[in-house]
């Protein structure tokens, strides 16, 4: 179902809590740059799937329907800008044991879409986050050191936010989206 704030919901409906954020999926042809990476991964690092890729803007934890409906509605209200980011430096992350495509929040656009995500969480019960924004794709996950990559810069023109429900699977964790926005376009050139 989609609304004239551009938002699309898919089900936030459900018993108990799921384990949501907040982020943005890559374009077409920066997804395909992504997942030509994958392969070269070495082991024992575990390369997410390529369906899977995106940029976190807000982990929000464990939260209801409720919770997600307060949070999606108050977001469709409210203008948030599209901004663009620079990916271009490879991290492995000890702590979590990622390997990431990691870079910087240049665009003040994207600083103040930050703040408004903080804002909204917190009034819908959502704990804030434990670290900074610090824009990044995750690529593997169970790296402990840094692989031999190729240089790589990805411009990320983020156009559309998405509420993710983080799901374990089987065959692994599965990102599903569960509601999205276009965001405003502000020209971002940062």
């Not at 019960?125 to 900074?132: A, E, I, K, L, R």
Request: include cysteine; charge should be negative.
């Amino acid at each position: 179902m989609k609304t004239e704030s551009g938002a699309t919901t898919k089900n936030l409906d459900w018993t108990g809590e799921r384990r949501l954020f907040l982020g943005v999926r890559p374009d077409a042809a920066n997804a395909r740059l992504l997942a030509d990476i994958l392969p070269l991964i070495p082991t024992p690092a575990k390369p997410i799937a390529a369906a899977n890729l995106h940029l976190t803007l807000l982990f929000l934890g464990q939260g209801t329907a409720f919770q997600a409906r307060q949070l999606t509605d108050a977001l469709a209200a409210l203008p948030l800008p599209a901004f663009s980011v620079l990916l271009d430096e490879w991290q492995v992350w000890p702590g979590p044991a990622v390997l990431c495509l990691a870079g910087d929040v240049v665009d003040l656009a994207l600083a103040e879409l930050y703040q408004q995500l903080l804002q909204v969480a917190s009034t819908n019960g959502f704990t804030p986050p434990q670290h900074d924004l610090k824009p990044h794709i995750t690529l593997a996950r169970h790296s402990k050191t840094m692989p031999e990559l190729p240089p790589l810069q990805i411009r990320l023109q983020a156009k559309t936010i998405v509420l993710f429900h983080s799901e374990s699977t089987p065959q692994g964790v599965c990102y599903r989206p569960l509601w999205q926005r276009d965001l405003d376009d502000t020209s971002s050139t940062n």
